[in-house]
């Protein structure tokens, strides 16, 4: 088809006996978008629309646009003249993988910026959560004191549990069994492990 119609391609950029088709699309998509679905029948009446357009569209086709856009048939098309060359097959191919290469590095330089972008967005936030701590010396100073006392009740409990003192007297051993209770329930409610690296994180911020 291309071959049989190369100078009227050429020539118009389109087949002019095929431009019906574009109008006819045109009008359909108007019609619907401004008749839409909402309201009962009305697909009904955008068939029956759609119908008598196809109608009059093939009439204009066959009885019309062929005598609109016929030219004689010693009609010579102008060929659009150009100084320009073409480059060898060669040369087309290494540009067209010159270019391939360019947009490959365009889009890891869009993913690399991406990435910074959603890091840099990240430490703003952080750094908007500290800014709203007045004194964080303060709370690094409560730390190691709380830091420290944990680590001497445990120290305490070590040595109560390693002591053997025979023959106790009630009101020791009760002192001593309170004291154990309190180291356990301290240690529980505020492990050291958690406590040193709660320390070295709000330290390193």
């Known amino acids: 088809m291309n071959g049989s119609f190369e100078d009227e391609l050429e020539f118009f950029s389109f087949l002019p006996s095929e431009f019906h088709l574009e109008v006819y699309t045109m009008i359909t998509r108007e019609m619907e978008a401004s008749l839409g679905e909402e309201k009962p029948n009305t697909r009904e009446k955008i068939d029956l629309i759609e ?35 073409l480059p060898p097959a060669s ?24 990435h910074k972008r959603s ?30 006392l944990v680590r001497s009740t445990r120290e305490v ?29 301290l240690e529980r409610r505020f492990p050291i492990d958690i406590l040193s690296h709660l320390e070295a994180l709000v330290t390193s911020k």
């Open 157 to 185: 409990k070590k040595k109560c549990i390693t002591r053997t003192i025979p023959a106790k007297p009630v009101k020791r051993e009760l002192e001593e069994e309170i004291r154990r209770r309190e180291c356990s329930e």
């Open 119 to 148: 890091l840099r967005e990240k430490l703003e936030q952080r750094l908007t959560e500290l800014s709203g701590i007045s004194d964080l010396q303060g709370i690094v100073d409560g730390l190691k004191q709380l830091n420290l």
């Open 91 to 114: 040369e087309m191919k290494s540009a067209l993988l010159s270019l391939s290469l360019h947009k490959e590095t365009l889009f890891c330089a869009q993913d690399s910026l991406a």
């Open 51 to 85: 119908a008598a357009i196809e109608r009059n569209m093939l009439i204009f086709e066959r009885f019309i646009l062929r005598n609109i856009l016929t030219f004689p048939e010693s009609y010579v098309y102008e060929r659009r003249l150009t100084a320009e060359t």
